[in-house]
């Protein structure tokens, strides 16, 4: 056979994979800079769910989205745009088109929780000549990346008369910061040489530093957990008791970075899954109206397994499709919820592991993400021999495919390590579980739960295309 023939078939029969960067045409080249200054914005105005929360409804009320909750009881036929949100922590946003329990909605489902370390409800003590407030960790955290860096506290208090109290501590340059100690090397060798990882940090040692000045004299008893009391008292009128009803997360207080002497990446705390937050409310404010219903959901609770009224496995997704089916006067009998819910279309929006340089083996190369090659579909996820997976059929997954290539978008495919290596989940499954189709979608990440999780710019931008281009399917 002669070259030319060879190379015909070459690029005929093998599977193409370019990197962003190549793909892109100069226009849109441009945008990809530009699109992430927004995004890392984004980042450190949503460091917790309730912030991200705020933020999407925000967004979403500049473009003329209405509270669904004051349009209900009545047909609106030109009502369209309609927001809701649960508990301050989870959010629905949805354009509706025509016949949604015959045609059901595209829907794109990412997370707005991230791990991180919650104070306990009894927080405040004293140790030494300290005031120190004790943490419960949130999600898959590596305990060694929260020492001895600087956090902030982000939450909300419930007061005993009621009173509501939103804090954030440690995000502006004048702020006071928090810090969780760690051992010197010097001291470490004969504590820590010989024991493994989950014994060398543990749980109940992730204690923050809050404070060193004393109450009064050196007769007073507790005198530095009565300064930091008192301290709280003066400027939020918060008691101890306080924190039984608080939900006050410790973050990293660093922002959203620029990595490399390009810029080309983004370093950040949150980015899973605040990147697929980002990137699908922005595809879904720029999507114009069409024939079909579109939808984004903001979970919360993900990380812990999705579970709680606010989660994934909560009833939030059927009470708001049966609300937008009141005002678009159709039946909300249950029949009509379950077809509008199964008729659907759904991406799981979530990320993937990047293919680390200095860990590669945990992958198997062939089928793992790689940085910069574009929006990562992830057929399955689960452990072992794919159990808890919710493994996306061959008919979605072709679908997705052809819409993608059909758009140009720059996709790859990845699965979360060697078989056997660990794994993990995602919303998928529970969606899943209304009979629609799902698929998992995101870009993927270096350091992912790590406090400085590394995307690419090209993959970041890359995912609204897809998004975009997903929102646009009238089928
Ligand atoms: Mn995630
Ligand atoms: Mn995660």
């Not at 990197?19 to 105005?45: M, N, R």
């Not at 909560?314 to 509008?340: C, P, V, Y």
Request: proline share 3%.
């Amino acid at each position: 056979m002669n070259k030319t023939r060879i190379k015909k078939i070459r690029e005929t029969l093998l599977k193409k994979q370019p990197l962003v960067f190549d793909a892109l045409d100069k226009k849109d080249q441009d945008q990809v800079f530009p699109f992430c200054e927004k995004y890392k914005a984004f980042l450190d105005q949503s460091k917790t769910e309730r912030e991200a929360a705020r933020q999407i409804i925000d967004a979403a009320k500049q473009k003329g989205f209405v509270d669904i909750d004051t349009v209900l009881g009545k047909t609106h036929k030109n009502i369209k745009k309609v927001y809701k949100i649960f508990q301050g922590r989870c959010v629905a946003l949805a354009v509706l088109g025509k016949k949604l329990s015959g045609r059901g909605a595209n829907i794109i489902a990412s997370h707005i929780d991230s791990p991180r370390l919650d104070l306990k409800q009894n927080p405040i003590y004293e140790d030494l000549s300290m005031g120190l407030m004790k943490t419960h960790y949130y999600g898959g955290i590596r305990k060694y990346h929260w020492l001895a860096l600087p956090l902030a506290l982000h939450g909300t208090i419930i007061k005993s008369n009621n009173e509501r109290v939103d804090i954030t501590i440690g995000e502006h340059p004048s702020d006071p910061v928090f810090t969780i100690t760690d051992l010197l090397p010097h001291l470490a060798g004969k504590t820590q040489a010989n024991k493994n990882i989950s014994e060398v940090f543990e749980g109940e040692k992730l204690n923050l530093v809050v404070g060193s000045l004393p109450l009064g004299g050196k007769d007073e008893k507790d005198r530095f957990k009565l300064g930091v009391l008192n301290c709280l008292f003066d400027q939020y009128g918060i008691t101890e008791e306080d924190f039984v009803s608080a939900e006050i997360e410790a973050v990293p207080s660093e922002k959203a970075r620029d990595v490399g002497f390009d810029r080309s990446l983004i370093g950040a705390y949150g980015q899973d899954d605040r990147v697929c937050a980002f990137t699908s409310l922005e595809a879904f404010l720029d999507s114009e109206p069409s024939e079909k219903t579109i939808m984004a959901l903001f979970f919360d609770k993900e990380e812990i397994g999705s579970e709680g009224s606010s989660g994934a496995k909560s009833n939030f997704l059927e009470d708001f499709m049966s609300d937008l089916l009141l005002i678009s006067g159709e039946n909300t009998d249950n029949r009509s919820l379950r077809k509008a819910l199964i008729h659907s279309s759904c991406l799981s929006a979530d990320v993937n592991a990047a293919m680390d340089p200095d860990f590669k083996d945990v992958h198997e190369a062939m089928n793992a993400a790689k940085l910069g090659f574009g929006i990562c579909i992830t057929k399955f996820t689960g452990v072992g021999g794919k159990s808890g997976a919710s493994d996306a059929g061959s008919e979605f997954v072709g679908k997705i495919r052809q819409i993608f290539n059909h758009n140009h978008i720059v996709w790859q495919t990845g699965e979360l390590g060697k078989i056997d290596q660990g794994g993990g989940g995602t919303v998928a499954k529970f969606l899943a579980k209304f009979g629609m189709n799902v698929l998992d979608c995101g870009p993927s990440l270096l350091s992912m739960h790590s406090p400085f999780e590394i995307s690419s710019k090209a993959d970041v931008y890359m995912t609204y295309l897809g998004y975009k281009a997903f929102y646009k399917d009238n089928d």
